[in-house]
């Protein structure tokens, strides 16, 4: 995300640069091992064909037609890559390859303008077949492109100053249509509604940006002051922000909501764990380890609620059940921890 992927709560309100920037992003080495292999084999013949003016507009521009597009079919997903883009570069080798009849070969491919529909096909079917594909990138940037083949002229033919006139007023007014299409976009799936409003404050809690998310969470919480998931996670933040006292009342109006949901239970624990009710801190994380019996952060902190008051037989009891736990279930930094805990009980 901090490197320019698009996401829709982002994108939609004040991050609009991310139709941009998502096409140079990608999400892993394979990710990006198989989008540049893509253009090594379609974009040597493009940029023959086309120019590298012209190339470079054309790669640009469906990069945003595929990122607009992808952030208007779900917005709710975070989406980078090249796709969109080299998906713009075979686009548009279909009308300069079948409509003008030009016999060109891609640069070590051996592939025509047949090979070029069946990656085209082949790619949409795949996308279609598979949830993790982002189709909607892939079409958005096939349309760009396929408009943007059709109307420039093959480098190096000759071509008067009209059909050099009319390429340039193409590729204007295609950056035109994406510009009001985005806009248009983020109309009809606004950033500030309160579902966009609680995806960025989730994803500012992940990132860490803690004071970010609060001002998202009560944004929402203005408007609905019943909203569970705003409470709890307002009640997070301000945890980590170091004001337990003020996340006490969100939180406990979140376990009201939800009086059976373990996570609930617990945050409302650790929050009183962190103003020293004790005897409270115990109630909710025992509430919650009714619900989930082996929760191993409920039972650490509860552990720690008895031995801050002095049980240290309950204390004990539950750091074992922590530690008696598989390998797997719980991390070696837990385990180290309650191990740290355990010795520090009396008699140990």
């Not at 990608?26 to 086309?50: D, K, S, T, V």
């Not at 939800?258 to 617990?266: E, G, S």
Request: net charge positive.
């Amino acid at each position: 995300m901090r490197w320019g992927a698009s996401y829709g709560p982002y994108e939609l309100s004040t991050e609009w640069w991310r139709a941009f920037t998502a096409m140079f992003v990608h999400i892993g080495f394979l990710h990006i091992l198989l989008n540049m292999y893509c253009l090594y084999r379609l974009g040597p013949l493009a940029e023959r064909m086309l120019g590298p003016w012209k190339f470079a507009a054309l790669y640009l521009l469906s990069g945003m037609g595929g990122n607009v597009a992808s952030v208007a079919v779900h917005p709710m997903i975070v989406a980078a890559g090249a796709s969109g883009a080299i998906f713009g570069v075979a686009g548009a080798l279909l009308p300069v390859l079948h409509f003008r009849q030009i016999r060109a070969l891609v640069s070590q491919g051996g592939r025509g303008r047949l090979g070029i529909g069946g990656f085209i096909v082949y790619n949409l079917v795949l996308g279609f077949a598979n949830t993790g594909i982002d189709n909607a990138a892939h079409i958005g940037g096939l349309v760009i492109g396929f408009v943007a083949g059709y109307a420039a002229p093959v480098a190096g033919s000759p071509a008067g100053r009209q059909v050099v006139l009319r390429t340039r007023g193409v590729l204007v007014g295609l950056a035109l249509f994406l510009v009001v299409a985005f806009l248009l976009v983020r109309e009809w799936r606004p950033g500030h509604g309160d579902d966009a409003h609680l995806a960025r404050g989730a994803a500012y809690l992940h990132e860490g940006k803690n004071a970010e998310a609060i001002s998202e969470f009560e944004l929402v919480l203005r408007h609905d002051s019943t909203n569970a998931l705003a409470l709890e996670n307002v009640g997070v933040a301000y945890m980590r922000t170091n004001r337990p006292q003020d996340a006490l009342a969100p939180l406990e109006r979140a376990q009201s909501i939800n009086p059976n949901d373990p996570i609930a239970n617990y945050n409302l624990g650790l929050a009183n764990l962190a103003v020293d009710k004790y005897e409270t801190a115990i109630y909710y994380l025992s509430q919650s380890l009714r619900i989930r019996p082996n929760y191993p952060d409920a039972l650490v902190q509860r552990g720690f609620a008895y031995q801050k008051l002095g049980k240290a037989d309950s204390a004990s009891a539950d750091y074992e059940r922590v530690l008696s736990q598989p390998e797997g279930a719980i991390n070696d930094k837990m385990r180290a921890e309650v191990r740290r805990l355990v010795a520090a009980l009396p008699g140990r």
